[in-house]
């Protein structure tokens, strides 16, 4: 099964559907991680994956903890921010408080990096390995409070299994 904008009208779809797009997703994502460990080619098919099966986004992508900053990683979209200061926008106050950031609004949101003006909403999702955090996976919308809580479960789910192939 793939869940696709002319499957349901966004907004219009059930926490079920979207539990069902996610099962779908884990599914995927296992075959493309299964015994691949190089991190550049598995964050760069999980991006790839979750931007061309989710409805309504406009970027997809991971950035990577580098000392004090994040640095842009694989993705899919537009050109994007190269590096974001810890505790910076969104993605940096992720790595702060090392849980996911779920932002309805991001023109509300303070301190807000808008690396591509169309962006409406944004969830982000701390990436672990051996304890610490290794960086984040980041997706924007053009659309407002595109994400909720099963969307951030969902994800959170996907990097698990990212997560269970990094070096520790």
């Known amino acids: 099964m793939t869940f696709t904008l002319s499957d ?13 797009m996610y099962a779908d997703l ?17 964050t760069a098919n999980f991006s790839s994956l979750v931007f061309n099966t989710m409805p309504g986004l406009n970027w997809a992508g991971f950035y990577f903890l580098k000392g004090d900053e994040l640095v842009l990683g694989p993705f899919q979209g537009k050109p994007a921010c190269i590096r974001i200061k810890k505790g910076r926008g969104v993605c940096g106050s992720t790595v702060e408080k090392g849980e996911p950031i779920l932002v309805p609004d991001v023109h509300a949101f303070p301190g807000h990096i808008a690396c591509d003006v169309n962006s409406r909403s944004e969830l982000v999702v701390p990436v672990f390995a051996g304890g610490a955090i290794h960086g984040v996976f980041d997706l924007d919308s053009p659309l407002p409070n595109r994400f909720d809580e099963v969307d951030s479960e969902g994800i959170q789910s996907l990097v698990r299994l990212l997560e269970a192939t990094l070096p520790a």
Do not use: M
């Not at 349901?8 to 069902?20: I, M």
């Open 8 to 20: 349901a009208a966004y907004g219009t779809d059930t926490p079920e559907a979207k539990q069902a």
């Open 26 to 42: 884990r599914s995927q994502l296992q075959g493309l991680l299964a015994g691949e460990t190089d991190v550049i080619a598995n």
